[in-house]
Structures are given as structure tokens and as C-alpha cells.
């Protein structure tokens, strides 16, 4: 069984919910979790209840950004070798973006 513990609200997760994915899904899953900073369960929670997921940098992050972006060079060399483009491979740049356009800095007002 594993550990209870407490949500940021003070609460007991102590209820267990599992699903099951195809292994498509489960990579894309995977790769979010990983660009977000967040564990995988409070990313599928914040998800689930259609919460904002703010992306927190740290050296962990940095790293999974890092090596996603050399895995979308790669995917992008082939596809323009005249390969398909996968679906998950859409879904991941969308998500890439995303995290990139909210790096951006407000710019000084002085």
C-alpha cells in the first residue's frame, strides 16, 4: 500500500484511482509530466480538475527541455526527409511551445 499524503490544501490523498492508457498515450504522458516540473500525479490531478499547469524552471526542467528540443530537431530532420508526421509529435510541439511562450520575460518598463 503505498504512503497517504497530504494534498497543498491540507486534505489526505489517501483514495487510489488508477486507468489505462495505450503506450502512445503513456509516452506523451510521460514526456509532459516531464516538461512541466511536476510530479505525475499532481499533473494528471491538475489536468483532471482543469486547473492551470504552471511549469516551475529548475535544473530538471531545463534538462527535459533540453533533450526534447534535440528530439524535435531529430523528428523535425526526418520529416523533412519526407517521412509522416505522428500525431503525438504535433501534440508535443504544441506543448513545447507553450512552455517556451510563457519563459518569456516581460520586457522593462523604463
Known sequence: ????????????????????????E??????????SGMTKQDYITSRLLEK????????????????KADELLAE???ISAGDTVQPELLETLQMFVRILEGMKEEPDDI
Open 1 to 24: 500500500m503505498s504512503k497517504k499524503n497530504l494534498d497543498g490544501q491540507g486534505r489526505w490523498r489517501s483514495v487510489n484511482v488508477s486507468f489505462r492508457v495505450s503506450p502512445e
Open 26 to 35: 503513456d509516452r506523451l504522458l510521460e514526456t509532459f509530466v516531464k516538461l
Open 52 to 67: 492551470d499547469v504552471t511549469v516551475i524552471g529548475n535544473p530538471r526542467v531545463y534538462r527535459a527541455l533540453r533533450d
Open 76 to 78: 523535425m530532420t526526418r
